[in-house]
């Protein structure tokens, strides 16, 4: 009687176990570093390892400073300072509220107007119309611009002599030699309207590319049913945007509140220090006075009231909720 061969079952390739069924590697049954879970993170590693270095390295270091006395035009006065640099800033210094109260005023006025006209340009150009992409190429161009070009451009705007000041006082409005950037009454609004310049655009941006996504058929429908334009608006639009506008604020107001390159290359802080920022006062501590302790006790301070007011406004705007 002759013997047929049963052919052995052949194991899955890479994957060691009982023959014909799926193996695991590594002991215990657990998947090892380098298979199908772990290779992701083994790939990402590299870049991870980088960004935590730039980014907890400084975290730290300046943490460490800000608990030191370390001024190098002082050397002698170096050392382990506790909670003074700190105790300073809250009870001693009157320029850090003065810079702070500034830096909140600044914010406001510049995060609320950005999204005003913003928002506006980008209800504009989302309608259909001949040029439509030219004129948001001039939107967004703006937003392209650095910061040290911009204020060069409005510098060479606001001057006395060649600026729009003397074309408005050959007009009749105003007089001959102002200069509105030294004047501490129109200064604030002259910064306010050349951020206001580069800034609109990155609000138009974030707000257009939301409302290209909002449906047709929604507002077809609310026509149908009699809704105005301004109802459509109103129900329509402003819920479907909520998430970007609640994004891009949260954005531009850090950016703004650590504006420094404008505001520095513009006025420099004056006149009278009426427009210098927390950050632009960091600034003159550490480069200028070169007392980098207390410098780095001001940053800390400036991080911890940007860590807890962008908490604060996600959770008073339930950003992601799904309530539109």
Known sequence: MALTAVPKKRALPGRPGKPGEPGKSGKGGKPGLTGKRG??????APAGLLMLGFIAYPMLSVLYYSLQHYNVTKPWRNGFAGLDNFREIFFEDPLF???????????V???????????A?????????????????LVFSPWAVSGVLTTTIWILLYNPSTGLSRYLADAGIGEYGTSVLSDTGTVFWAAVLAELWRGVPFFAILILADLQSISKDLYEAASVDGASRFRQFWHITLPHLKDAIILSTLLRAVWEF?????LYTLTGGGPAGVTTTLPLYVANTGIDGHDFGYASALTTVAFVILLFCSILYLRLSKFGGDDK
Not at 101 to 107: N, P, R, T
């Open 39 to 44: 290779l992701p993170y083994v790939l990402i």
């Open 121 to 137: 340009l980008a209800l504009i150009v989302n309608q259909t119309f001949v040029g439509r992409g030219i004129a948001r190429a």
């Open 97 to 107: 509220w003065q810079t702070l109260a500034f830096s909140a005023k600044w914010v």
């Open 258 to 262: 650590n504006n420094v390159d404008l």
């Open 109 to 119: 006025a510049e995060v609320g107007l950005q999204l005003l006209f913003g928002l």
